[in-house]
């Protein structure tokens, strides 16, 4: 069992509506040795894919995202949720991501400048739910000309549609850990 396994069922707790809350070692307070593990087996999983670039939104995914561009040496690219007063409309892509937590809409911006038809872009995320993340993220490498290299995530909530939505856009998707059900507030992984 990878050592992410172990942290989501010691520490992971599990919220009405599907809910899966990893705070203290994933997304707020940030555990090394997760992180870790989590840039040894995207490095493994997309190693040849001939990535230039590693793209996530802020904030959740920036952790994992800065290190799995560090393995491949490559910069790491976020897209922004608020609007600069810096960047022009005309010099920025942009698209709009649903959060399935946070039930809301966001406009989410990546500059112009930093993104373009050169790019093998290896998208990185917490989590993969509904796949509104990806899908946007997605959407802007497209914008610029890019090439999505693959998706990769942390946990993936099997029972949702993200995987499927990203499967049929065409896109490589992998997710270190698959969980199967959260109900009865209990987690149980795709085997």
Do not use: W
Not at 152 to 177: A, H, N, P, W
């Amino acid at each position: 069992m990878s050592y992410l396994k172990e942290r989501i069922l010691q520490d992971g707790r599990v919220f009405e509506n599907n809910v899966l809350k990893v705070d203290s070692f994933l997304n707020h307070q940030i555990d090394p040795q997760v992180m870790v593990e989590v840039v040894k087996e995207f490095e493994r999983y997309f190693k040849g894919k001939k990535i230039t670039k590693v793209l996530t939104v802020e904030a959740s995914g920036i952790a994992p995202a800065i290190l799995v561009a560090e393995a491949f040496k490559v910069p790491m690219l976020f897209a922004k949720k608020m609007e600069p007063s810096t960047m022009q409309k005309s010099s920025r892509y942009e698209t709009i991501v649903h959060s399935y937590t946070k039930n809301i809409s966001t406009k989410i911006i990546v500059s112009k400048e930093y993104l373009d038809a050169k790019d093998h872009v290896l998208i990185i995320d917490d989590f993969l739910a509904n796949g509104q993340a990806a899908k946007g993220l997605i959407d802007i490498v497209n914008q610029a000309g890019g090439t999505v290299a693959g998706v990769g995530i942390c946990i993936e909530k099997s029972f949702q549609t993200g995987r499927q939505l990203l499967e049929e856009m065409g896109v490589d998707v992998y997710s270190i850990c698959r969980i199967a059900s959260l109900e009865n507030n209990q987690v149980t992984f795709v085997e």
